[in-house]
């Protein structure tokens, strides 16, 4: 039994080191999500193409959609923005929210490279992003049709992304409102 | 005597402008924040010491320069001034951010064992030093049997260092 008791430093050492191997894989800005399975904030803001249009939940209309956030300021956004345009084309409804960025810049930036969205959110102020919990663009969240958040990106989206994380879901949201 | 003045404003309106200068130097490297109450202040303080940045992972928010720092602690004195406590201003942000943002994260089953550890491994180390000195104090008959022992070995050492020395002389 002595002999034993000598291998037990030995056995914590492994244990430790397989726990911080395994840590090792693990991306550490992927924060856990405090909105995920909780209502969509509310918000109250002007559209960014129409100032005098005023924004809120209410204008999420039932539907299931994907709430981009994203700005001019932010590069990734740039990378993802084709397959926002794909994704919009095959009928997904997309709702951005340009965050913290100014309204003639965010308006060239949708014209020279394509307006994805069905309506745009205009927050320069970070107002909603920061009752999103939002840390830096490009993030988006999937809502379902009674505006629960069902699933948060931090980064960009791109098919790959869809495919593992987003397409299923989607489906099967949208396969439940219409069966509603 | 219009001329000297001018020149006075001149001396005047460059003054003021090095000053605006400086102080906008001075504001770069930190956040000039006005209370309503200066008692605010060093809560304020402390409050950004204990959360911690989202984006910037290993700074706290009195720390880092992100721009996602800066809005937060312009919420955190916004919600200050709403005259919200510390725990509600925390819990505000944990709403929003998750448990992430707390740098000092709150006792519950996920945490547990991290406030626990400390304590855990300073009672196994006080354990181990204990069991480890106890066995090398040895007990008094086993001094008693040590102290025969070495009489008698000292007798047979002497004995041979004495017949080494002679033989060697």
Redesign the interface.
């Known amino acids: 039994m002595n002999r034993l008791t000598l291998f037990i430093p030995f056995a914590l050492c492994l244990a430790l080191g397989a726990f911080l191997f395994f840590s090792l894989g693990k991306d ?2 992927d ?5 995920v399975d909780e209502a969509f904030p509310e918000f109250a803001l002007e559209e960014l193409h129409e100032p005098e249009r005023q924004l809120s939940t209410d204008d999420f209309d039932g539907q299931v959609l994907l709430v981009n956030v994203w700005a001019t300021w932010c590069f990734a956004c740039r990378v993802e923005h084709p397959w926002l345009n794909s994704l919009a084309k095959e009928g997904v409804v997309i709702v951005g929210l340009n965050y ?1 960025d100014h309204r003639k810049l965010a308006q060239d930036w949708l014209q020279e490279r394509g307006d994805p969205y069905q309506f745009s959110i205009f927050d320069p102020r ?1 107002v909603l ?8 663009a490009p993030e988006t969240y999937l809502v379902d049709a009674e505006g629960i958040i069902r699933h948060r990106r931090v980064g960009v989206v791109d098919e790959r992304v869809w495919n593992e994380e987003f397409r299923d879901l989607y489906q099967q949201l949208v396969d439940e409102a219409n069966a509603e | 005597m219009q001329s000297n003045s001018l020149l006075g404003l001149g001396w005047l309106k460059q003054t003021t402008l090095m000053v605006l200068l400086l102080s906008g130097v001075a504001s770069a490297v930190e956040d000039v924040v006005s209370f309503s109450d200066e008692s605010l202040r060093p809560r304020y303080q402390q409050l950004l010491e204990e959360l911690r940045c ?2 910037c ?1 290993n700074q706290n928010l009195a720390d880092s320069n992100s ?2 720092s800066q ?2 602690r312009a ?1 955190v004195q916004r919600l200050l001034e709403q005259d919200l406590t510390d725990a509600e201003i925390k819990e505000y942000l ?7 943002i707390l740098y000092r994260p709150e006792v519950n089953r996920a945490t547990g064992f991290l406030w626990a550890a400390p304590v855990v491994l300073v009672l196994l180390g006080g354990l181990i030093i204990l069991r480890l000195s106890r066995r090398k104090t040895p007990s008094q008959s086993e001094k008693v049997a040590s102290s025969v022992r070495s009489v008698e070995q000292q007798q047979r050492l002497d004995k041979l260092l004495n017949s080494h020395k002679r033989g060697s002389e």
């Open positions: 550490p800005l924060l856990p999500s405090a909105l913290k970070g992003g920061i009752d999103l919990g939002v840390y830096g | 989202p984006k992972q721009a996602i809005d937060l919420e944990k709403n929003r951010y998750s448990e992430f």
